[in-house]
């Protein structure tokens, strides 16, 4: 649940910083909007990813 709440707030991050990114770089805003294609990627992988991590038994519970 940590990497999806991380990716979300990275993917804010990004999407919000696209029109800087487009004026600091002079390119066209269609050429940074790849940056959204990887976003649901991230998500989606954070959370298969950290799905049996998080499901392990720890230490303390036994």
Do not use: F, K
Not at 13 to 34: F, G, M, N, R, Y
């Amino acid at each position: 649940m940590t990497g999806v709440l991380i990716a979300a707030i990275g993917s804010t991050i990004a999407v919000l910083a696209l029109p800087e990114i487009q004026h600091d770089l002079a390119i066209s805003l269609t050429s940074v909007t790849w940056v959204v294609a990887y976003l649901p990627v991230v998500t989606v992988l954070s959370a298969i990813r950290g799905r049996p991590v998080a499901d392990r038994p720890s230490a303390r519970t036994g």
